[in-house]
């Protein structure tokens, strides 16, 4: 491979490097990537979105929210962002439910902010 191709390290080709190698088991790998293409391209809902999928994987829900929201922030027509933060809340209540206060307590607190 010759050419701009064989050194795109553009949005979706990182996005799809992390992609690969979460799914190798690696996610704290991923997660380092999915991150870099954040920095590297903040503005860009797609790596927000990518991150914020990391992060739930990872459990830190709070991470995938204030993802999320970053997303929603740039543009607010993403429904998919916004359904999202719904079902994130929704995990607050059943963090409550299961007696884990502190986290329910934690994800309510980052819905808010």
Partial sequence: MYGRAAY????????????????????????????????????????????AGGSLAAGDTAAAIASYERALAINQRLEREGEAIKNLSYLSLIARDRGDYDLSLKLNRDILD
Wanted: no cysteine; charged share 20%; aromatic share 6%.
């Fill in 8 to 51: 795109d390290f553009g949005e979706v080709a990182l996005v799809d490097v992390a992609n690969s190698v979460r799914s190798s088991g690696s996610l704290a790998d991923a997660l380092r990537l999915y991150q870099l293409n954040v920095e590297m391209v903040p503005t860009s809902t797609y790596a927000l979105r990518s991150l």
